[in-house]
């Protein structure tokens, strides 16, 4: 199973930016708990560490303003 992000042979990448999200590149297949793949149309997306974006898995940028911390 595949992610809708497809067409490229790189390797994937994912960096834990500090105090904020996943930044997740390349070729990465994510799915949630259930085994659903998440639709995916760009190269890199950011998921959310926080756990209160709006838009999860996405990052939104909550963790901002909630003062997220990782530690």
């Not at 996943?22 to 793949?37: A, K, S």
């Not at 709006?54 to 939104?60: A, E, G, L, S, W």
Request: hydrophobic share 30%; net charge positive.
């Amino acid at each position: 199973m595949t992610s809708a992000y497809t067409g490229r042979d790189d390797d994937g990448e994912i960096v834990a930016c500090p105090d904020g999200p996943f930044l997740v590149r390349g070729n990465v297949e994510i799915v949630l708990p259930d085994g659903t793949p998440v639709p995916r149309t760009r190269r890199t997306v950011a998921l959310c560490r926080c756990g209160l974006s709006t838009i999860k898995p996405y990052c939104d940028g909550t963790h901002k303003v909630t003062g997220f911390r990782t530690g």
